[in-house]
């Protein structure tokens, strides 16, 4: 994903490497010598300058954004990330883990949404400004909002028919493909909060994608997801049939299917569909069939 890893400046926006005015090339001069105090000053000239520039509007996003930022230690039960200190106790076992967390300025963060949001209301079609707001909104976890700007996206995308521009304004390539793909990360962000509040959230997001595009494979699968964890088993099997028909050797489409019929019950389809799966996955996937096919046969 070169494109979704680069919507941050080392944090927010990237700028390119041949970014089209003196004064975004001056800023991110500024940015890598960490020069608050003369990124300010340069933004305030830049505005009065020219507020027709886009660059002007992911600038202030990216200073406030960064501006926003304190690290902080704390000492947790749990890990988070792969960089967190174990501690251990007198008898060498881990008794808890310090672990950096990022605190953000909510005085701060008001003003970057809110140059990011005018950039959004003039350059419409700019893509990585709506995915910039979307990964702040999720560093925030905020996913009520996340998941307004991404629906946004999709909606938008229609009536432009997808044209969407990033950095300078400069055309995506495929940008369809890139808008899902992007799409598709940020359901697996809500995913992974384990959060069944979130599952609305996923709904919301799958359904809209699949109003346009129906044929998503990954939405599809999303949306079973949140049937499953709903326990509505019999939805979820009408939803992963569409995707079977639309690629019958998808194995996660036919392992989420023999989960859904294990589920509910049904021992019969749950194997023919673990058999499927092992059919047309790797070797990791067919071990791990293997086992599951042992439990439900014993």
Known sequence: MKYLQSILLYFVIAFSANAQTAFSLQ????????????????LQQWENADLNDAELYTAWFNYYANKSMTAVLSLDKKQ???ESFAAKDANDSNAFYINE?????????????EYINKGIAKFPERLDMRFGKTYMLGKLEDFNNFTKE?????EYGQKINNKWTWTDSKPLDDPTQFMLASVQEYSVQLYN??????????????????????DNIE???????????????DKAIVTLGKAEQINPKDYIVLN???????????????????????????????????????????
Do not use: C, H, W
Not at 101 to 113: A, L, M
């Open 256 to 298: 989420n299917l023999a989960q859904a019929y294990r589920s509910k019950g049904d021992t019969v389809n749950a194997l023919k569909y673990y058999e499927l799966t092992a059919k047309y996955g790797d070797d990791d996937v067919k071990a791990y069939v293997k086992k599951q096919i042992e439990k439900l046969k014993n």
């Open 150 to 154: 991404i629906v946004n996206a999709i």
């Open 80 to 82: 988070k990330g792969n």
């Open 219 to 233: 939405s599809l699968s999303n949306l079973s997801i949140v049937q499953m964890l709903n326990k509505e088993y």
């Open 193 to 214: 909060t384990n959060d069944d509040a979130q599952l609305p959230n996923m709904q919301k997001i799958a359904e809209t994608v699949l109003k346009y595009y129906p």
């Open 101 to 113: 967390n990022t605190n953000y300025d909510p005085k701060y963060i008001k003003s970057g949404f």
């Open 27 to 42: 800023f991110k001069d500024l940015v890598v010598q960490k020069d608050t105090i003369a990124q300010f000053k340069l």
